[in-house]
């Protein structure tokens, strides 16, 4: 008995013990729940409990020093969730929130409480009204905790919001790593949302022109807006979204057009890299901020002084969670009402600042970091930088014929054939074409599902001859493949077209003369009819495709009911691009950063800008960055309205020239699709290209396959551009000799120095 009492005795004793545990668990988890605390691995120490942590002293303004390397101090103010970087050789300070010291007075208590946030979002309540969140003007508990190389913080917004998150900042090296993770967010009120989330949007901030230097902008190939007083002349800065719109929720307007025949608005450049920057050439202070996590739905904001009545300068990324887009009424009503995505964005939020000094504190050094960054990473690989010029063709077309459509034949294979051989006798060797409406219907048969040749242009047999004859000759031929587009006239694309968030099927208008709608292929299609053609491709051995659609178009898109972010479309796409990538040689058009490693050479990259009011200089920074690593090639040079100007750009980027040409006069076009082209015919740019390839030949032979080290614009308008192996070219665009370093160059010329 007394054995048996003593076991319950021992049970209960266990019981308690658990129930004890349990309470204690549960305690916690109920205060850390509440806050939805989800800490990322490693170690940390709350400050509530441990305020002054051994060797965080305080600095001025209330600021606790948390995180230290060779090079930089981390100082971090939790008030504002706000953190100040000190050079420990120089001294200079980049701050990410405005101080009381230049606080100007001019700006009012929303802007002010912008201003002295280290996040600030936007935030959805209903479904149109949105508003600006951010730590000063708004209820906010802030819980930090230290780690070994920075903070974490929980920043809970109380009140009408009942939202939150969690933000980790590590000093890495010379990196200051800034990562919100997924489960870290949390939308606890219904009806309201966390739309788009702004993180440290002054940092490096200047006033007005106290300070010299510049922002980068990733727009085309890259811009600079100065640090100077702007005087007020900019109502708005830069705002692009990373790979472009997002077709799959914006709705796009019907394109201005003179005589409902040509387009009289070209369309913006894309933001290729996920990237951006600010430098302080007075104290030799820069950073180049990249978005490594979250970059298929993320906004770079470059905002000069007295954009939005504010008089400083500013550049961040804006991270969007949630949209509202257009919902019909009905189906196929015409009324629509605003609403909200169903659900957010699931990815971490990640951007790394690369914290530059000295010399590395220019555009140049910008250039040289993500060049280093993409290499470390695996998202770029160097690839054969043989010179080549580029002469696409176009095959066959189509023009409205009785009940149905004719073929118009503009260059067949033995056209082609004829061009390569009138070429090799103008001294042109080693050309890449990409071959346009070879496939069988011509040019907008899409999508493109076997190799079949079009009749119009010999056999599919002969095409193959051809391939594999001109690559012994140096020559190489690319087919062209636009992976993505649906033309529903010649194909069925019932099942299988990209649906928007709002279900309804997206179109996408042209101003054609047969074909005026095509759709998008959902991705899973795209991905199996990109591996279906390269099989039968290299069965025949061709193994070369130029890709076009999936290369620069991301979307969102709704599939029986359930809803795919861009994420899902960039992970297919990738998928896809895997699988070929053994099998065939890529060249892709304006792709993406995230193709980029899959690309052989690249096709149609911007040579400038957008030429937006408030750029200051063009530069070719994605030039920089890739020359030397991945061949790039222009856009076609029988387009450009100012050839010698375009001609300059191409000798400053590194970028080789391409042609588009045919073996029949352009004017059987006028009733195609392509009857915006003009000009085409190969006779008439023989010479031409014979002289493009002369010169940029030689200048591609000096310079090897060196990278661009630095890229400087002098005093008198000269542009220097040096490589790694020491050839210096010197380009001047204006229409006076200039002179610098010993070298004169002529008016709209080059010279080549060392």
């Known amino acids: 008995m007394a054995t048996k009492k003593r076991k319950k005795i021992i049970w209960l004793s266990v019981i308690l013990a658990v129930v004890l545990v349990a309470a204690i668990i549960a305690t916690v988890f109920i205060v850390l729940g509440s806050r939805q605390t989800r800490l990322p691995s490693g170690n940390y120490v709350h400050t509530a409990s441990k305020p002054a942590v051994k060797g965080r002293v305080e600095a001025r303004d209330g600021y606790v020093k948390v995180a230290e390397s060779d090079s930089y101090v981390l100082y971090y103010y939790e008030p504002q969730f706000s953190i100040k970087l000190e050079n420990k050789t120089t001294g200079a300070i980049i701050e990410s929130t405005l101080s009381e010291e230049k606080d100007d007075g001019r700006s009012n208590d929303v802007w002010l409480g912008y201003m002295k946030s280290g996040i600030v979002i936007n935030a959805i309540r209903g479904t149109t009204n949105t508003y600006q969140v951010d730590v000063n003007t708004v209820e906010t508990e802030i819980a930090t905790w230290y780690t070994d190389k920075g903070i974490y913080a929980q920043i809970d917004f109380k009140g009408n919001y009942q939202f939150g998150l969690g933000v980790e900042v590590s000093l890495e090296d010379d990196d200051l790593v800034v990562r919100i993770p997924d489960e ?5 009120k219904e009806q309201t949302y966390i739309s788009s989330i702004s993180v440290f949007p002054f940092m490096g901030y200047t006033h007005l022109g106290d300070e010299a230097g510049y922002m980068l902008v990733p727009d085309g190939n890259g811009a600079l807006i100065y640090l100077d007083d702007k005087e007020g002349r900019y109502a708005n800065g830069f705002t692009g979204l990373v790979y472009g719109v997002d077709d799959g929720i914006t709705t796009t307007g019907s394109v201005p057009t003179l005589w409902e025949k040509f387009e009289t608005v070209v369309d913006a450049n894309s933001v290729l890299a996920p990237i951006f920057g600010m430098a302080h050439t007075d104290d030799d202070q820069a950073y180049l901020a990249i978005v490594e996590s979250g970059d298929e739905r993320v906004y770079i904001e470059v905002q000069p002084n007295g954009a939005n009545n504010i008089n400083y300068n500013r550049c961040f990324a804006r991270f969007l969670l949630r949209d509202v887009f257009k919902q019909p009424l009905s189906k196929g009503s015409s009324g629509v009402v605003d609403a909200v995505e169903a659900d957010r964005l699931h990815s971490d939020l990640q951007v790394r600042y690369c914290l530059l000094s000295g010399d ?21 690989s160097r690839q054969n930088l043989t010179y080549n010029t580029r002469v696409d063709v176009l095959g066959t077309e189509r023009e409205e014929f009785l009940m149905g459509t004719t073929a118009v034949e503009m260059t067949s294979v033995d056209q082609l054939e004829d061009i390569y051989a009138a070429l090799r006798r103008e001294g042109v060797a080693n050309v890449l074409t990409v071959y346009r ?44 493949n636009d992976a993505l587009t649906v033309n529903a006239t010649t194909n069925s694309s019932t099942y299988n ?72 479309t960039m992970d297919v796409l990738r998928d896809a691009m895997v699988e070929i990538d053994d099998d065939m040689n890529l060249i892709l058009e304006t792709p993406n950063m995230y193709m980029w490693k899959y690309a052989d050479a690249m096709i149609d990259m911007p040579l400038g800008s957008s030429d937006y009011l408030y750029i200051d200089q063009e530069i070719p920074f994605l030039s920089m960055v890739l020359k030397g690593v991945v061949p790039m090639y222009s856009d076609y040079v029988n387009f450009e309205a100012n050839k010698t100007e375009n001609f300059l750009e191409m000798v400053e980027s590194g970028i080789y020239p391409s042609f588009y040409v045919t073996a029949e006069d352009s004017s059987k ?44 614009i002098l005093s008198n308008g000269l542009v220097k551009v040096t490589y790694e192996n020491g050839v210096v070219i010197y380009v001047n665009y204006t229409e006076m000799a200039l002179t610098a370093d010993g070298v004169t160059v002529d008016a709209l010329s080059y010279k080549v120095g060392e």
């Open 184 to 188: 870290s967010i949390y939308e606890k």
């Open 360 to 380: 590395d504190a220019s555009y140049s050094g910008m250039a040289r970091t993500y060049r280093q960054y993409l290499l470390d990473n695996g998202l770029v």
């Open 437 to 480: 409406g070879w496939q069988k219907g011509g040019l907008y048969n899409l999508p493109i599902t076997k190799y079949k040749a079009d009749s119009g242009i010999g056999d599919t047999r002969a095409l193959t001859k051809l391939i594999l004859n001109e690559a012994e000759q140096g020559n190489t031929i690319y087919l062209y």
């Open 497 to 568: 077209v990209m649906k928007m968030v709002s279900k309804r099927t997206y179109e996408k208008k042209v101003n054609g003369q047969v074909y005026k709608t095509f759709y998008y292929l959902m991705p899973d299609k795209a991905g199996i009819n990109m591996s279906e053609l390269a099989k039968q491709m290299a069965d025949k051995g061709v193994k070369n495709m130029a890709l076009a659609g999936v290369t620069s178009e991301l979307f969102s898109f709704s599939y029986k009911g359930n809803y795919y972010a861009r994420t899902h």
């Open 669 to 712: 076009l006028i009733y195609t699709n392509s009857s915006n082209l003009y000009s085409l015919e190969f006779d008439s740019y023989r010479a031409t290209i014979a002289q493009y390839d002369r010169e940029l030949k030689a200048l591609s032979e000096k310079v090897g396959t060196s990278c661009i080290t630095d890229h400087e």
